[in-house]
């Protein structure tokens, strides 16, 4: 679980919901009573409604739907870190170290491990075994990179669309409520007050909607995606080094070069 995605969510309601309550409190109102003033199931059907049908009409439905369970996946842990970045480092030296000893096909093995668990890595590890020279691994290698970037990054351009939708359809729903409110104005005066309240919600879903769900699910993909692609651009400088049979000594000095000097490799330390 990523605890700081799931405490700022968090602290985003509590400080919204918190706001109304002291407002309600300021005002002699009773908590319960203000926080159900701003309920308003018409108004989010409006918002939430109109965001999806425009998002469906706008893409695929498939991509809709992945782009729904991915912005429910940023609450969970990234699957990359600083000390896998710098654990990747080793395992590359490590590979060195076995191409001196025993040449490019004693790595097959690591290849049917990793098939399962890291296809990118695999894959760029085969080539490497049938003797592809360092600059076609990493040409082809670059290739997938930037293609598998765009893909991921499909979600994350769907999301944003629908942050900008939502608040479009809050102006719708509040227009629809003010048309209401005021084709009723010839009757009781005393309601118009609430009616006009009701009305704005609509807005308010939508702004909050945009900038507490879609947007920052939308940025936060992104930088997962790119820290991905960080590490794959990492791994694939690694293994083009590994076909042009470089010493594992220059190996960690040029991948290090793409790492924050806290988390460099040191070779020597491996050895100890």
């Known amino acids: 679980m990523s605890i700081g995605t799931v405490v700022a969510f968090i602290v985003g309601l509590v400080l919204f919901f918190g706001a109304i309550i002291v407002e309600a409190n300021h005002n002699g109102m009773s908590p319960t009573t203000a926080i159900l003033m701003y309920l308003s199931v018409p108004g989010l059907a409006m918002v939430l ?4 049908a425009s998002a469906f009409l706008s893409y695929e439905a498939r991509y809709v ?3 729904l369970k991915t912005a429910m996946r940023i609450f969970s842990s990234p699957a990359i870190n600083r000390g896998l970045l710098k654990s990747e480092v080793g395992r590359v030296i490590r590979w060195g170290y076995t191409v001196q000893k025993s040449g490019l096909p004693a790595l097959e093995a690591e290849t049917k491990k990793l098939k399962n668990t890291d296809k990118f890595l695999a894959f760029g590890l085969d080539m490497v075994i049938a003797g592809y020279s360092g600059e076609e691994v990493r040409h082809i290698l670059n290739t997938t990179i930037e293609t598998t970037f765009g893909r991921n990054m499909v979600p994350s351009s769907i999301l944003k669309t629908m942050g900008g939708i939502g608040p479009a359809f809050g102006m719708v729903g509040t227009l629809v409520g003010m048309v209401m409110m005021m084709a009723n104005m010839g ?7 609430s009616a006009l309240s009701v009305a704005l919600l609509a807005t308010l879903y939508g702004v909050l909607s945009a900038r507490l769900i879609w947007f920052p699910a939308a940025e936060k993909i992104k930088q997962r995606e790119e820290i991905v692609r960080f590490r794959n651009y990492l791994v694939a400088e690694g293994l083009a080094l590994l076909a042009e049979r470089k010493s594992p000594r220059f ?3 040029k991948m290090n070069s ?3 000097p806290a988390i460099h490799f040191n070779i020597d330390k491996m050895k100890s």
């Open 65 to 67: 739907w992945l782009a």
């Open 49 to 52: 409604g109109g965001t999806l």
């Open 258 to 260: 793409y790492l924050d």
């Open 251 to 253: 190996i960690q000095d």
């Open 187 to 193: 009757g009781d005066p005393s309601g118009l007050g």
